[in-house]
């Protein structure tokens, strides 16, 4: 993306880049039991799915964003809109992507042709384990056979189209249960075509890993807060979205990060980004991770997991903005958008695959 690109977003809208997370559906037909989807508590979030109305509006109303990740807490698929959401994203020139996961259980034909037919251009697919027996331990009320099969019909329509897109990352949580599973995911994956991501388990208190050094030499580190100990750095910080990819809920409601599940901070669809962005409660936010004020009562931030380790690894004091931006594009503070370190980026909120 060109430097005046991003300087003409940050000004307009308050966002350093031409990405946002807009969720096409927080339904889900599977029943994790680390996921909120699966304890039936999804806070603010609530259940529904992205109108195609509401896509095509935001898209006509911020042109400067060309990138759309769809993915958050429910799957994508359920979304009776998708097909025309996908269609319209080409006719744009929106590349849009599922890099959050989903799990490809309830997908028609049509659904996965139109994927490499409007060039979906990337797709995390919630695998986690390497046979039906393993998989359904987690992935509650899955088929691992009908995902293995939507994958290769996937791959005959790459073929068909000559295409490459969208491209497929087989997405491994590793857990207690699965860990001896690691190394055919990674050969299964290789023969499908796909890219492998293990992701290490933002609540070990569930299934734990159980042979640690085995895990060690597959994937590098046994469990995150080995990962930050060896690293000095956080494994996973989904607070850099509030500056490069704001997280927008499918009903328009502004989230700021795809943990945020506590409170809104405006909505989107009804007043618009750059007010909601450059709101009073955006810019709190984000004065918060900063370490320039400290979080009021109502901030989200409390309730969240990652935020001690925020204020451990980024610290306090009043930083211009500035300089803690460059910090997060210099990749000083690691562990945010393209991974951390050795290992891939997994999120820190509930269990959501």
């Known amino acids: 993306m060109r430097i005046s690109s991003i300087i003409s977003n940050y000004i307009r809208y308050g966002v350093l880049g031409d990405k946002v997370r807009l969720e096409a559906s927080s339904v889900c037909q599977l029943r994790c039991p680390e996921c909120p989807q699966g304890v039936g508590d999804m806070g603010v979030i609530g259940k529904g799915y992205l109108k195609f109305k509401d896509f095509k509006g935001f898209v006509e109303r911020f042109p400067g964003f060309k990138r759309i990740e769809l993915s958050n807490y429910g799957e994508i698929f359920l979304n009776p809109e998708l097909l025309e959401i996908i269609r319209y994203a080409f006719e744009k020139g929106v590349i849009l992507t599922a890099e959050n996961g989903v799990n490809l259980n309830t997908v028609s034909d049509e659904m996965l042709e139109a994927l490499v037919k409007y060039r979906f251009r990337s797709m995390y697919v919630s695998l986690d384990g390497a046979s039906a027996a393993t998989y359904k331990i987690y992935r509650v009320n899955g088929d691992f056979d009908k995902v293995i099969g939507n994958i290769r019909k996937i791959n005959e329509f790459k073929k068909k189209y000559g295409s490459e897109y969208p491209a497929l990352t087989w997405q491994f949580i590793v857990y207690g249960h699965n860990e001896h599973d690691i190394p055919l995911a990674r050969e299964m994956a290789r023969t499908l075509g796909m890219s492998f991501r293990p992701k290490l388990n933002a609540h070990p208190e569930y299934s734990p890993v159980k042979n640690k050094e085995f895990v060690r030499k597959e994937i590098g580190y046994a469990s995150r807060e080995e990962y930050e ?81 925020v204020r451990k690894f980024v610290g306090g004091g009043w930083w211009p903005e500035f300089r803690f931006v460059r910090q997060l594009v210099e990749g000083k503070i690691r562990g945010m958008a393209h991974g951390a370190g050795s290992l891939p980026a997994g999120k820190a909120g509930r269990g959501r695959g």
């Open 229 to 309: 100990g060896k690293t000095s750095s956080m494994y996973k910080f989904p607070c850099y979205q509030l500056w490069f990819s704001p997280m927008i809920n499918w009903d328009g409601k502004l989230l700021g990060c795809c943990l945020n599940e506590w409170g809104d901070l405006g909505n989107v669809f009804e007043s618009g980004l750059r007010e909601c962005v450059k709101g009073k409660k955006y810019v709190r936010m984000k004065q918060v991770l900063m370490g320039r004020i400290e979080p009021d009562p109502a901030s989200p931030c409390l309730k969240c997991a990652v935020f001690p380790k």
